[in-house]
């Protein structure tokens, strides 16, 4: 039963334009929600989160929106750059001290 | 500072075999997380230990296994290794108790290739 969705195996955007990135879960209980980007032969890093008391958190180049009611979150890049390219993995918890679930991820390519 | 740490970083055994991976956690954090990555999949949750007592636990057999010593250095040992098991494992760690408290940092992850 996979609580963390991505149904987006891969996305493919233009240098510059918006990259909207979508993630769906199903447990009511997770509070605490965060975006990783995984490049090639690395370990996947940390980018941004949200807490579920929020509906929207920005840092830079990148907003992470909550819809808490469709149990829902997008990560929008904008402008997207190449150096974008990489796996984006949703993930969310429950509590500050229970596990962390991923989902499948989404392959970004970003076209210069 | 130094980051998590995993070694080896490429392994390849046979069916039947065990394999041990060892995971470094920056120094302070206490909590360290195991996930395997295979493709489609995602990360899968292995499981969590800190202060050397397993917290949490995925869905994984019992031939899956870890522990965490004194000084939160980790291991995770896969017992008569499946061809399945082929996979990224990757671990991390986290400070408890802190803001961000789930912001888990990753390390480069362990290439195991089972034949």
Redesign the interface.
């Known amino acids: 039963d996979q609580q963390v969705k991505q149904n987006s195996p891969s996305l493919s955007v233009q240098e510059g334009r918006i990259s909207i990135l979508n993630c769906d879960y199903t447990n009511s209980m997770f509070d605490y929600f965060l975006w990783y980007k995984k490049y090639p032969a690395e370990g996947p890093t940390f980018l941004i989160s949200i807490s579920s008391i929020k509906d929207k958190n920005e840092d830079g180049r990148f907003t992470v929106f909550l819809n808490k009611s469709a149990k829902h979150l997008s990560l929008h890049i904008v402008p997207s750059q190449p150096g974008d390219s990489a796996v984006y993995f949703c993930a969310a918890t429950k509590t500050s001290y229970d596990k962390v679930i991923f989902g499948p991820g989404t392959s970004l390519s970003v076209i210069p | 500072k130094a980051g998590?740490t995993q070694t080896p970083r490429y392994l390849i055994k046979t069916r039947g075999q065990q394999v041990t991976l060892s995971c470094s956690p920056i120094s302070g954090h206490r909590s360290v997380?195991w996930?395997q990555q295979t493709p489609?999949?995602?990360?899968?949750?292995l499981f969590?230990y800190f202060s050397e007592t397993q917290?949490?636990k995925?869905n994984f057999p019992g031939r899956f296994s870890g522990r965490q010593f004194s000084n939160s250095r980790s291991e995770m040992n896969v017992s008569t290794l499946e061809l399945g098991d082929s996979a990224l494992y990757?671990c991390?760690s986290t400070i408890?108790?802190a803001p961000?408290?789930?912001?888990?940092?990753?390390?480069?992850?362990s290439r195991l290739t089972v034949l």
Do not use: D
Request: net charge neutral.
């Open positions: 998590v997380s996930y489609g999949q995602g990360l899968q949750f969590e917290r949490n995925g990757l991390a408890i108790g961000g408290a789930n912001v888990l940092t990753f390390g480069a992850g």
